[in-house]
């Protein structure tokens, strides 16, 4: 069952934030996130693991609730390079098998 | 570095046609993945690698098939090609599995087959 994220689509204005979330319905070992911009490939972001430990961008925050299955990705003060599809990225084991939601697309705009 | 490479960039196959996608990826990664996305959807995995020798299925593994006989090239072989295998692949690797299991994608090949 690939994890479920809300919402769809999100239009901000530069300098606004925003909210991205991903749930799953099976315990979780990690969360990754991956941003990907038109006609290019995924671009990884950050990754959350099970027990609190985090790496990714320093400019990129997301937090990982273990008891309810969710992760949270936020985007705040949004630049106009934000903009592209963001999509979280979920295993159950730590062998590196990713099952990925169908994404959230992100436009930012002056 | 060059990261992790595909080739071909796009590729027009006719129902019944075979072809393998090449990947390779010069940073030592033991994990190898290959992915299909199709317009306005996410990722499916089809096939992953934990290391040289050491294949296993993924969620779309059905008409694809793969080896790795070394760390650095994993490809991907289709045969009698389906208009359902339209859309566009993705080589990813990473690392290892856990804290260090972050995939570094290669630019994707895009297939047709009509």
């Known amino acids: 069952q690939q994890p479920v994220q809300s919402p769809q689509a999100v239009i901000l204005r530069e300098g606004e934030d925003a909210v991205i979330n991903c749930s799953s319905s099976?315990?979780?070992?990690?969360v990754h996130w991956y941003r990907q911009k038109h006609g290019e490939a995924p671009v990884f972001l950050m990754i959350?693991?099970?027990?609190?430990e985090q790496k990714g961008h320093e400019k990129i925050s997301a937090s990982f609730n273990e008891k309810k299955q969710q992760s949270s990705l936020y985007l705040t003060a949004s630049q106009l390079s934000y903009s592209g599809t963001y999509f979280c990225?979920?295993?159950?084991?730590?062998?590196?098998?990713?099952?990925f939601g169908a994404g959230t697309q992100v436009v930012v705009t002056p | 570095n060059a990261g992790v490479t595909q080739t071909p960039k796009f590729r027009i196959l006719k129902i019944g046609q075979s072809m393998t996608l090449q990947c390779t990826q010069d940073?030592?990664?033991?994990?190898m993945y290959w992915y299909r996305q199709d317009p306005g959807m996410g990722l499916k995995l089809i096939y992953y690698?934990?290391?040289?020798?050491?294949?296993d299925k993924g969620e779309v593994p059905n008409g694809y098939n793969v080896s790795r006989s070394t760390t650095e090239d994993f490809p991907l072989r289709l045969e009698l090609a389906a208009p359902s295998q339209t859309s566009v692949y993705f080589c990813?690797?990473?690392?290892?599995?856990?804290?260090?299991?972050?995939?570094?994608f290669g630019p994707g090949t895009r297939l047709t087959v009509t």
């Open positions: 099976k315990a979780l070992y990690s």
């Open positions: 990225g979920t295993e159950s084991h730590s062998w590196g098998k990713l099952q």
């Open positions: 940073m030592n990664h033991n994990y």
């Open positions: 959350l693991l099970k027990g609190g």
């Open positions: 990813a690797s990473s690392y290892e599995g856990g804290k260090d299991s972050e995939q570094y």
């Open positions: 690698s934990v290391g040289a020798g050491i294949t």
